[in-house]
């Protein structure tokens, strides 16, 4: 890995090639722009495809890029993966993010065809915002400048606002949409704060740069007032993205009132999004100031375990429920982060990106049931609305259980292994009291999600209306339930494939990408 | 099939559960005959078991070993490794036996959702044997919690008027022991990685260096373990999930609650609390606070069946009394307290399943439990009645039946510890014949009084044969339960000698450190008495000299195998000794290693 800033102000093919997934996204976006232009209204549903098409082939894309790694890696040689002088750092951090991103979106896309038909919200721009949205997400997970990371932040941030305001005649969506759009402004702006602060401090917006000043200056005056605010100012930012209590409160809201395919994406692909960033951010250029930061966070990932756990117990709504158990679940991704620095222990930001992975997968194939869920006159949002599911449609309702045990956190299902190896990354610092406080908010959070499994499987329907589900939710749906169960039972790929991305070596406690 | 065997039994019930899933849930016979007959295989692929057990019997360590440490998910550590001891032998054939009972129990009871309930019956008989077969702590906690799933909606589906919070309590309940036992488990593993460098799972590894963690952080794991375990159990404070659960529960939910469920938590103690924390367990305040936990339980339990109303939670309480005896057992930590523990775990399992059973019999033809409901039904019913009297007194534990030899052995092995707790003891054994004959007294005897009671039809041949089996085993253990103190002698005495190296007079020589010994135990010299048997004795030393867990395997298998010469001279050369060093192991090194691990504490007297 060689950070040549020194690199003339040029493009070269390796831009070229390292930022060839966005460009495709980019592309086909805007292709499907224009073609809702011409699309007769029956076929409306041919977006969905185009957006389809455009994921494949940036995957293709990352896949190419993957390689590259893969045969450099066979050969021994360095990989050329900074780019645009030294902003775009597509390392292999960045390419786990990129799946993710890509599988979260694409599973998206597939709940969306029939949801938008119901809603009569058919329209071309959804799926354009949304590839611009992973676009944004990609320069977040990939962005080794702060600028390019703002820029990303606010490409994925906006195309989010209008999704979630999508159903344009629905109350709640409209609410929801500008809560989420003041509150999110509000903390771009203190982020943005926080970050020319520090480059004011560091004099350059690199994050290799700032790691390296900043570790100069804390030498000479540990305790600068302004470092603090800074530190304090990025730090909220970044732990709003992730709707970490107590910067959470847009995320219920937002997340009921957005449509439920949407509010599946967020919870996903964008908290994801924001993890990348925060990780890049915290891990690489923030580290010298770990030791403020972690008492920070132990504290609000308490707040957040407490306040997402507590809060869910009570509600009545699946989304608002769902929304806030992933804040609940940000509080225990949060311990990884407080036990691990990638330096002497390297689990816990492994076992955040496992999390990520399982959580993309179990927490898409819970919404995709709420999704089919929503009919004609019925928006199947309400903990009635699911009850006796399983007379009704017997597969979704074992589908659910099985995403529901595995948000849980029962082991053989992907969502134990996230716990797991936040678990054992507390262990292996010596973090008891947290680990007791995070196993014990996990049985607290069973309580909430057998609520919806008591529902479902015994109680009697509520409401007649038969469940529908189109051949791309079922697809969907297929794709979730294997990822939960699949890497629940056989997790040895992911784990491969969460080390490799951190660049842990057999048997290594180091992220190689640190060690630079 | 000899080597797969455990493999065979563990999932033939998931099979039958994925056959069942193609059926159309219309087809409602059809799939009451298929649950039957994977219920009834389960049962028939565990009897091939019993001799070939039973030719292994004197064997230390685990039997039938399959699979590697490390095969299932080798970049965590994790493996696919079942095999069993003479403990986990007698749960596994009762598990298999209560299965099919509790299938075969169930054809008229379930008559709605029926495929999903014997879909659901079958993979919770997959999740609890594998529970007792784990030689993997993974594996465990896997199954161990895996299961709750099916037995939640069991009760949750199929229960009584307030089945969703007796379900939900239960899962809760569990779950809340389970999550702290993950954290020890955590700890175990990491602890054993600093130690070795190697991140492992496996049992028999585990066994080595876990007993090395000293001062406050075996306390701490020690409860952590305690608590997943004694919930299960359920031991005193942690029972009152257990009365909701049973009353709500079907009636083949009960019996499976009752007579496999709640022996994980006493297999658990056995299995991984005591050789894990062998120092923890021998410390006296440790110990008193268990005991006093089980006779808290025994009189506890015995005085609140004896005001029930309702038949269930009498039953339902009386496990709480009976389970009681299982844990002082365990806690009297001599051979004697312990067999006696495991057979009463067994004799709990036929008698208790037996009478949740009887219940589920009349709350089938009156739909009530109430007791002052019936009366006189031994006029109209007088088959039940005579397997009712029969299940009661083996219940109440009289001589002849099974009963009598679990609890008799279980006073007798606490009575040589500590009189005391034997004294408070008994009072439950009394209790238990004053609730379970004031029940039969107001059930069965006198004329019939309620016109619903008249017309009741006496046993079907299908509900007969559900008690057959356990009337018989309930004669014959009572009457011979020789076979049973044989099949529990070398890993009772394993455990003992792990847990205290110094215990004087064990039955047979103490071959823990031995991996396989094929020597008669007759032939074995008997270890000389000491002067006198301490009643109670603080624990032995936890430092360990002759064996470091970092050896190599036949290594750490000869220098454990020479440890308990530094306790008793005669032990080094008693015959069975020399004779293993000549003869090549029978079994795996590895498989043997299990009893040979723990035994460093030697020589701490």
Redesign the interface.
């Known amino acids: 890995m060689t950070t040549s800033l020194t690199q003339s102000l040029s493009f070269s093919g390796t831009d070229y090639v390292l930022s060839l997934p966005m460009l495709l996204l980019t592309l086909f976006a805007l292709g499907i722009l224009m073609i809702d232009l011409i699309l007769p209204k029956q076929w409306k549903q041919a977006n969905a495809f185009v957006a389809l098409a455009g994921i494949g082939f940036s995957a293709i894309a990352v896949v190419k890029l993957h390689l590259a790694y893969w045969i450099a890696e066979q050969q021994g040689l360095g990989v050329k993966n900074v780019g645009f002088m030294g902003t775009l750092l597509v390392d292999r951090y960045a390419l786990y993010f990129f799946y993710l991103f890509l599988l979260g979106a694409a599973v998206a896309i597939l709940m969306s065809i029939h949801y938008l038909e119901v809603e009569h919200e058919n329209h071309g721009e959804f799926y354009a915002l949304l590839l611009f949205s992973v676009v944004g997400m990609m320069c977040m997970a990939a962005g080794y400048d702060i600028v390019l990371l703002f820029i990303g932040l606010e490409l994925m941030a906006i195309s989010t606002y209008v999704l979630v305001g999508f159903l344009r005649r629905d109350k709640r969506s409209n609410e929801a949409a500008l809560k989420y759009l003041l509150l999110g402004a509000f903390s771009s702006g203190i982020f943005a704060y926080g970050l020319s602060l520090f480059y004011g401090l560091s004099g350059s917006t690199n994050v290799g740069v700032i790691a390296q000043k900043l570790q100069e200056n804390l030498a000479a005056r540990p305790h600068d007032p302004v470092v603090i605010l800074a530190l304090l100012a990025t730090a909220t930012g970044l732990l709003f993205k992730i709707a970490a209590v107590p910067f959470h409160q847009w995320a219920p809201d937002a997340y009921e009132g957005a449509p439920t395919s949407v509010t599946g994406f967020m919870s996903v692909a964008v908290k994801a999004a924001g993890w990348a960033m925060l990780l890049r951010i915290f891990l690489w250029g923030l580290f010298p100031l770990r030791p403020m930061y972690v008492p920070l966070l132990i504290f609000v990932s308490i707040a957040t375990m407490t306040g997402g756990n507590l809060a869910a117990i009570t509600q009545n709504n699946l989304k608002r429920l769902l929304a806030y158990s992933s804040i609940a679940h940000v509080g225990y991704m949060l311990l990884g982060l407080i036990a691990s620095d990638g330096q002497t222990n390297s689990t816990g930001i492994m076992a955040i990106l496992v999390y990520l992975l399982v959580y993309t997968f179990m927490n898409l194939g819970a919404f995709a049931v709420i999704t089919s869920l929503r009919r004609r006159n019925v928006i199947g949002d309400e903990i009635d609305d699911i009850a006796g599911l399983y007379f009704k449609a017997p597969t979704e309702a074992i589908l659910m259980l099985v995403f529901l045990l595995s948000l849980a956190g029962i082991p053989p299902l992907a969502g134990f292994w996230g716990k797991y190896f936040i678990f054992l990354s507390l262990i292996q610092t010596g973090h008891y009291t947290l680990a007791a406080i995070g196993v014990l908010y996990s049985v607290v959070a069973l309580y909430y999600y057998m609520r919806i499994v008591n529902a479902m499987l015994m109680r009697q329907p509520v409401e007649a209306a038969p469940v529908h589900t189109s051949p791309a939710m079922r697809l969907a749906l297929t794709i979730t339930a294997a990822g939960t169960v699949i890497i629940g039972l056989f997790p040895n790929a992911m784990i491969s494939a969460a080390n490799w991305s951190l660049g842990l070596a057999q048997g290594s406690q180091h992220m190689a990408a640190l060690l630079r | 099939m000899y080597s797969h065997i455990l493999s065979i039994i563990l999932f033939t019930p998931l099979v039958g559960a994925i056959l069942l899933m193609f059926v159309t849930r219309e087809n409602k016979d059809a799939i009451r005959w298929i649950g039957n007959i994977f219920g009834f295989l389960g049962f028939a692929v565990s009897l091939p078991l019993v001799p070939w057990f039973w030719a292994l019997k004197d064997r230390a360590g685990f039997q039938f070993v399959e699979g590697a440490p490390n095969n299932w ?4 550590g994790a493996g696919y490794v079942i095999g069993i001891d003479g403990i986990s032998f007698l749960l596994i054939t009762l598990t298999t036996l209560l299965g099919a009972i509790s299938i075969l129990s169930s054809w008229t009871a379930i008559q709605e959702r029926v495929k999903e309930y014997y879909v659901w019956f079958l993979v919770l008989q997959t999740g609890m044997l594998g529970v007792f077969m784990a030689n993997d702590m993974f594996l465990f ?2 199954f161990w ?2 299961m ?2 099916p037995m ?2 069991l009760i ?2 199929w229960g009584g008027p307030r ?2 919070y007796a ?2 309590k239960f ?2 309940y569990t ?2 022991g389970s ?2 036992m ?2 020890g488990i ?2 175990l ?2 602890h054993h990685h600093t130690l070795t460098g190697i991140y492992t799972f496996y049992l028999p590894d585990l066994y080595a260096t876990a007993p090395k963690i000293g001062g406050h952080a075996a306390i ?1 794991l020690f409860f952590a373990f305690f608590v997943g375990f004694a919930i299960k159990v359920p031991m005193f404070p942690f029972h009152t999930w257990l009365p909701d659960a049973h009353v709500e529960a079907p009636t083949a939910g009960s019996v499976i609650l009752a007579g496999v469920l709640l022996k994980m938590g006493t297999y658990g103690l056995i299995r991984f609390s005591l050789p894990f924390f062998p120092a923890v367990s021998m410390t006296p305040w440790v110990r008193q606070f268990m005991v006093v936990l089980s006779l808290i339980g025994i009189i506890y339990g015995a005085l609140v069946s004896l005001m029930q109303k309702d038949m269930k939670k009498l039953v339902a309480y009386s496990s709480v009394s009976h389970l009681g005896f299982c844990t002082l057992g365990i806690f009297a930590l001599s051979p004697l307290g312990l067999s006696g523990s495991v057979i009463q775990q067994i004799n709990h399992g036929i008698s208790t399943g037996a009478l949740f059973l009887i219940v589920g019999i009349l709350y089938e033809r009156r739909h009530t439990r109430e007791i002052a409901e019936y009366g006189g039904i031994s006029n109209v019913m007088p088959v039940y009645a005579t397997i009712t009297l029969i299940m009661f007194m083996s219940s109440m534990g009289l001589p002849l039946l099974n009963g009598f030899v679990g609890e008799f052995t279980i006073l007798q092995g606490t009575f040589m510890e500590n009189k005391v707790w034997a004294a408070w003891a008994v009072p439950g054994v009394i209790l238990a014949a004053a609730y379970l004959l004031w029940l039969y007294q107001r059930v069965f005897f006198g004329s019939v009084q309620n016109p619903k009671n008249a017309k009741l039809t006496d046993l079907t041949g299908r509900e007969l044969a559900t008690f057959v089996p356990l009337v018989i085993l309930a004669f014959a253990i009572g009457l011979y339960p020789q076979p049973l103190f044989q099949i529990l002698a070398t890993p009772v005495n394993n455990l003992v000698a792990t847990v205290r190296p110094d215990y004087p007079g064990l039955n047979k020589p103490v071959v823990a450190a031995q991996p396989a010994v094929n020597a008669n135990p007759d032939a074995a010299t008997p270890l000389p008495e000491p002067p006198k048997a301490p009643a109670m004795q603080t624990a032995p030393a936890s430092g360990d000299t002759n064996q470091t867990g970092v050896a190599g395997r036949v290594e750490r298998r000869f220098s454990a195998a020479s440890a308990p010469s530094s306790s008793g001279e005669s032990r080094a050369s008693s015959p069975a000794a020399l004779a293993t060093k000549n003869t090549p192991p029978l079994v795996p090194v590895k498989t043997a290693q299990a009893n040979l691990a723990p035994s460093p504490a030697a020589g701490g007297k």
């Open positions: 998910i080798s970049t965590i906690f896997v919690e895996a709750l799933v939640y909606l949750g589906i089945k969703l379900a939900i899962f809760l779950l809340f999550v702290l993950l954290l955590l700890f593993y990491f701490w």
